[in-house]
């Protein structure tokens, strides 16, 4: 029986159609899940060439076609935890791509499930 590998991340209808909006606007983007400095904990949206990935930053996977980074002591802390992204009415983080629009980009998450933790572990051996 093959196990399945789950996603680690994973958007909403309404992500993926802001997400659309933002490459319309300002091209291909990518996510980078904040560490809490300026903006809070919050996944920020960059034009890509805006943002440079360090080199040990982890990609969890994309969304609607997007990227979506973290930082390894993020990763660390969020590895037993899927990711869905969202947006809410509010601001957007200063530097993120839908600052000014009156919704943001917002995490929501969950604990892996332990047939889950295990599938993923089995797939990073």
Known sequence: MTQTIPLRVEATQK???LIDALRAEHGEILFHQSGGCCDGSSPMCFAVGDYIVGDDDV???EVGGAPFYMSPSQFEY???THLTLDVVPGRGGMFSLENGREVRFHIR???FTEAETRAL????A
């Open 109 to 111: 998450s969950r604990l």
């Open 59 to 61: 990609k969890l996977g």
């Open 78 to 80: 969020w590895r037993h």
């Open 15 to 17: 992500a993926l159609d």
């Open 121 to 124: 572990d089995g797939a990073a």
